[in-house]
Structures are given as structure tokens and as C-alpha cells.
């Protein structure tokens, strides 16, 4: 997994690289949704293919995908993105992603209007792709992203915890690593290329 760094400069990277007619595996975080279609019209032109992941941990990839379908039939949801005191970068590339992907699904339903709160409105956390994401940074979190779907006196909570090693980043890495020359364009998600992947 690439080291995270600052947006303009891990988008910078991944553009010359894509120029120069070489596939890319992203990794880092900070990387928006605008950043990529860039980078995925990029790789079109030139014919070589990007894979993004916000997280390579294949049990991060069924976190997503099981929320994805879950959007599909519940209308609320919410995202908390669980990280070390010293990430400095907001939400974590896997929350951020999760959150945009989700939008694609479509946006949740809103609660209370945002611009019609009583008290501070950065309670309720950054809107990305319609959804209220919440950043917590506190010492003894790695990565850890739990959205929250909501019913009629409901709910469902789908988690992914990681530990402190790089063991479970490594399997989904090298998928990515294999299939990237195969591909043209962006694939987003390392679900989407699990999904895709033969038995």
C-alpha cells in the first residue's frame, strides 16, 4: 500500500506515471473523487490501467461491498472513521472512498437539515457524497470504519477493524499488482476486482 501524502502531490505522482504509459496501484489517501476521474481519463488516453483502493485489506474490500448493497435497500447511513491521534489527513482514504462509492448507489435520505441544526453544525461531521462522515483520531486506532444504516426502528452496522501490521494489505496488493496490466482506465475498489476475480 502506498504511503499516504498530501493530495496534490500523490495525484501529481500517479498523473506522470500514467503519462509516461505505466499502470498504477494507488494507495494513498487523500485522493478525491475528482482527483481520480482526472487520473481515470488519464490512463484511457494513454491505454493503461489504475487501480484505487482507499484500502487493500481484502476484509476492508468486503466491508465495502456488503455496505454497497446494503445502500441499495436502506435509506439512511452514516460513516466513523476510526484513526491514530497523529493521521493528519480527513477522512482516511478508505472512509472517503466508502463514502463516495456509496453516493453512487445513491444519496441517503437527510435527517435534520444541516444548515438548520441548533449549536455548532461541525457536530454532525464533514458531508462527503451526501453522507455525514465522522473522524475520530485517538491513540491506539490503525484504520477502523464502520457505517451506520438506519430503518424505521432499525439499524445495521457494518465495521472493518484493522490491526498494526501490513500483513492484511498484502494479499489485496498483490491482486492489484497482477491484474493492473489487463486492465484500461480506473478500476476504483479492491471489492470491484475481488468481484471480478475468477474462483
Given at each position: 500500500?502506498?504511503?499516504?501524502?498530501?493530495?496534490?502531490?500523490?495525484?501529481?505522482?500517479?498523473?506522470?506515471?500514467?503519462?509516461?504509459?505505466?499502470?498504477?496501484?494507488?494507495?494513498?489517501?487523500?485522493?478525491?473523487?475528482?482527483?481520480?476521474?482526472?487520473?481515470?481519463?488519464?490512463?484511457?488516453?494513454?491505454?493503461?490501467?489504475?487501480?484505487?483502493?482507499?484500502?487493500?485489506?481484502?476484509?476492508?474490500?468486503?466491508?465495502?461491498?456488503?455496505?454497497?448493497?446494503?445502500?441499495?435497500?436502506?435509506?439512511?447511513?452514516?460513516?466513523?472513521?476510526?484513526?491514530?491521534?497523529?493521521?493528519?489527513?480527513?477522512?482516511?482514504?478508505?472512509?472517503?472512498?466508502?463514502?463516495?462509492?456509496?453516493?453512487?448507489?445513491?444519496?441517503?435520505?437527510?435527517?435534520?437539515?444541516?444548515?438548520?441544526?441548533?449549536?455548532?453544525?461541525?457536530?454532525?461531521?464533514?458531508?462527503?457524497?451526501?453522507?455525514?462522515?465522522?473522524s475520530v483520531r485517538l491513540p491506539s486506532?490503525?484504520?477502523?470504519?464502520?457505517?451506520?444504516?438506519?430503518?424505521?426502528?432499525?439499524?445495521?452496522?457494518?465495521?472493518?477493524?484493522?490491526?498494526?501490521?501490513?500483513?492484511?494489505?498484502?494479499?489485496?496488493?498483490?491482486?492489484?499488482?497482477r491484474r493492473v496490466p489487463e486492465l484500461?482506465?480506473?478500476?476504483?475498489?479492491?471489492?470491484?476486482l475481488l468481484l471480478a476475480a475468477p474462483?
Amino acid at each position: 500500500m502506498a504511503a499516504s501524502a498530501p493530495a496534490t502531490g500523490a495525484a501529481d505522482q500517479r498523473r506522470a506515471r500514467v503519462e509516461a504509459g505505466v499502470g498504477v496501484v494507488v494507495g494513498s489517501s487523500g485522493l478525491t473523487a475528482g482527483d481520480l476521474a482526472e487520473i481515470d481519463a488519464l490512463a484511457r488516453g494513454r491505454g493503461v490501467g489504475v487501480v484505487a483502493s482507499g484500502n487493500f485489506s481484502v476484509t476492508a474490500a468486503m466491508c465495502q461491498a456488503a455496505a454497497l448493497l446494503a445502500a441499495r435497500h436502506l435509506p439512511q447511513w452514516e460513516i466513523v472513521d476510526y484513526a491514530s491521534a497523529g493521521k493528519p489527513d480527513v477522512p482516511s482514504g478508505t472512509a472517503r472512498e466508502l463514502a463516495e462509492r456509496l453516493g453512487e448507489v445513491r444519496r441517503p435520505e437527510p435527517g435534520h437539515p444541516i444548515d438548520e441544526l441548533h449549536g455548532p453544525q461541525e457536530a454532525r461531521g464533514a458531508t462527503v457524497a451526501g453522507a455525514q462522515v465522522h473522524s475520530v483520531r485517538l491513540p491506539s486506532f490503525v484504520v477502523s470504519t464502520e457505517v451506520v444504516f438506519a430503518a424505521e426502528d432499525e439499524r445495521l452496522s457494518i465495521r472493518h477493524d484493522a490491526g498494526g501490521s501490513p500483513r492484511p494489505y498484502v494479499e489485496g496488493t498483490l491482486l492489484a499488482v497482477r491484474r493492473v496490466p489487463e486492465l484500461v482506465g480506473l478500476v476504483r475498489g479492491l471489492d470491484t476486482l475481488l468481484l471480478a476475480a475468477p474462483g
